[in-house]
T-cell receptor
């Protein structure tokens, strides 16, 4: 079945360490997104990519970096510059339909805890 | 993107219909209304979307007012598994800007 795979599901990090979260999709979607969710809050956009080798900052990009070398993959690196990285991270992908609708498909998420 | 307003929470009895309102008074003509839901600690799940007409699928119905300034998601027979946070989003096409953030949504609790 087509879908989005995020790994790892749980990750623990010491302060000062960079970590990379993986996101892979086999839906042949052009656009991919990374969101951050804090307890009791909505989803905030970190980065998004419309096509391979191109990506744009979202609302809270500071302390994060991404790459989009392949259509299927959009890894997120949480750097030591991110002051409060403990959160639930969600990856999504989408493709515009011929009708103009743009439905997002989400992965199961990765929960990062800084010790 | 047009801003949406949803009540922070609502309760529903199991087996009854759940009607979730969403206000999007600044919606423009080419913007779709989308609904997603997020069960605790999982990724959000797409439910339904619409432009002008009412829509129905196996999960829910979407009723959009004639002026398109508000909509209602209807879960016809709520079950305990429908307990989740429900997000109402509006989004336009064509669009060069793929920015899309989700607000706090409505926390729906279905009670036995």
């Amino acid at each position: 079945d087509g879908g989005i795979t995020q790994s790892p599901k749980y990750l623990f990090r010491k302060e000062g360490q960079n970590v990379t979260l993986s996101c892979e999709q086999n839906l042949n979607h052009d656009a991919m997104y990374w969101y951050r969710q804090d307890p009791g809050q909505g989803l905030r956009l970190i980065y998004y990519s419309q096509i391979v080798n191109d990506f744009q900052k979202g609302d809270i990009a500071e302390g994060y970096s991404v790459s989009r070398e392949k259509k299927e993959s959009f890894p997120l690196t949480v750097t030591s510059a991110q002051k409060n990285p403990t959160a639930f991270y969600l990856c999504a992908s989408s493709k515009y339909s011929s009708s103009g609708a743009n439905v997002l498909t989400f992965g199961a998420g990765s929960r990062l805890t800084v010790l | 993107d047009a801003k949406t307003t949803q009540p922070p929470s609502m309760d529903c009895a199991e087996g009854r219909a759940a009607n979730l309102p969403c206000n999007h008074s600044t919606i423009s003509g080419n913007e779709y209304v989308y609904w997603y839901r997020q069960i605790h600690s999982q990724g959000p799940q797409y439910i339904i979307h619409g432009l002008k007409n009412n829509e129905t699928n196996e999960m829910a119905s979407l009723i959009i007012t004639e002026d398109r300034k508000s909509s209602t998601l209807i879960l016809p027979h709520a079950t305990l598994r429908d307990t989740a946070v429900y997000y109402c989003i509006v989004r336009g096409f064509p669009l060069n800007d793929y920015k899309l953030s989700f607000g706090a949504g409505t926390t729906v609790t279905v009670r036995a």
